[in-house]
């Protein structure tokens, strides 16, 4: 592969690998070239582990004023499958989470019309005082900045207000592609990429971790998917709040995105999870979500430079109404034993990567 030896020495050497040079992979066949560099670059910061924690996702509500075109979760609340959780519902569930030895709420939800902001604080109110043990990692950059929106209040005030609740940590969903004319095809209703980047930022400038996504295998090219991680990577730069980068894989079967594909394949999920490893040198933790890559290909990307599979999640509805098919939770047992059948450590960890255990 042309100048993939600069590439590796780069890498090797601790020289950032370009744009251009991220590029040139996502452009190579060499999947087993990359792949070997990326688990190189992952044995030197991360060893023989991979993470996982035992969480639980909880969505409040489906009911959303935007129409994003590859989203299959949002509803109005005239459909027939649309719903809102009741707050004693929200708590049951964070209750049985917590019972079931979870350390993390993953929340997330549509932005609905009529919730008030009062809403989510109380919410996280409620989860803390019931179950102080959790940590609560909720809200997208898109529903912090609908939550300003609604209540008149600056992003920070926001962010303050939600952390005095009972807010740990923010997810990195909302992201998609952030370059603005992909983004303007498939969510012309959702914030722009700039002000995505700015919550976030905002957000780590309050103390609050995030994580970062890639919702890929859509109208974007690979340049676009090296111009989003090269975005990921400036404000990493200037914040460090980033904990994990997790590529997306997009689910067609049930989106108003119909691009006469059958999704992104194995070859290409393997790739990016390989090249964000590379590529983002200053991000500790490249995720395979299983959830939408499937147990297989979840299990072999921790030779692709992976370090970390999510967890044990149950009740995923996102990925699922869009069609993934993969199960809608993992039990500790299957989560671990996935882990050392491809021979790496299990870690649990709780949600800001604190070692809980070495299985």
């Known amino acids: 592969m042309s100048g993939f030896s600069a590439i590796a020495d780069a890498a090797a050497r601790g020289r950032r690998v370009t744009a251009a040079e991220a590029l040139a992979l996502f452009e190579s066949n060499d999947l087993l070239a990359i792949g070997e560099l990326a688990a190189e670059v992952n044995e030197r910061r991360n060893g023989n582990n991979v993470y ?31 719903y809102t959780l009741a707050l004693d519902e929200i708590c049951r569930r964070a209750a049985e989470a917590e019972h079931d030895g979870a350390t993390e709420i993953h929340m997330v939800g549509g932005l609905h019309p009529d919730l008030p902001f009062e809403f989510y604080e109380d919410v996280l109110d409620a989860i803390r005082a019931q ?46 592609i952030l370059v603005e004319e992909v983004r303007q095809k498939i969510c012309p209703e959702k914030i722009s990429g700039a002000r995505w980047l700015e919550v976030i930022r905002l957000a780590h400038l309050a103390g609050l971790k995030t994580n970062a996504t890639m919702l890929y295998g859509h109208l974007e090219d690979f340049a676009d998917r090296v111009a989003h991680m090269e975005m ?124 809980i255990r070495r299985h």
């Not at 639980?56 to 459909?79: E, G, K, L």
């Not at 959790?134 to 939600?162: C, M, N, P």
């Not at 500790?332 to 882990?339: G, N, Q, S």
């Open 232 to 355: 990921l990577r400036n404000l990493q730069d200037e914040t460090g709040g980033f904990q994990a980068f997790i590529p997306l894989a997009f689910q067609p079967e049930n989106s108003d995105l119909k691009l006469g594909i059958g999704g992104t394949s194995g070859l290409d999920d393997l790739k990016t999870l390989a090249i964000s490893r590379i590529f983002l040198d200053n991000f500790d933790h490249i995720k395979a979500y299983w959830v939408m890559l499937g147990e297989k290909i979840a299990q072999v990307s921790l030779a692709f430079g992976v370090n970390d599979l999510d967890g044990t999640v149950v009740e995923e509805k996102i990925g699922h109404d869009a069609g993934a098919r993969s199960p809608q939770s993992l039990t500790l047992d299957a989560l671990i034993a996935l882990i050392r059948t491809a021979g790496k450590i299990p870690v649990e960890r709780d949600t800001l990567y604190r070692p």
């Open 52 to 82: 996982f924690n035992v969480n639980r996702h909880i969505n409040p509500t489906n009911i959303c004023v935007n129409r994003c075109a590859f989203c299959a979760f949002s509803r109005t609340a005239a459909d027939r499958d649309a």
């Open 131 to 176: 179950s102080p043990s959790l940590h609560i990692k909720a809200f997208t950059a898109v529903e912090i900045d609908y939550f300003a929106g609604i209540s008149g209040l600056s992003i920070g005030q926001v962010l303050e207000r939600l952390k005095t609740a009972g807010l740990g940590s923010m997810p990195g969903g909302g992201a998609e």
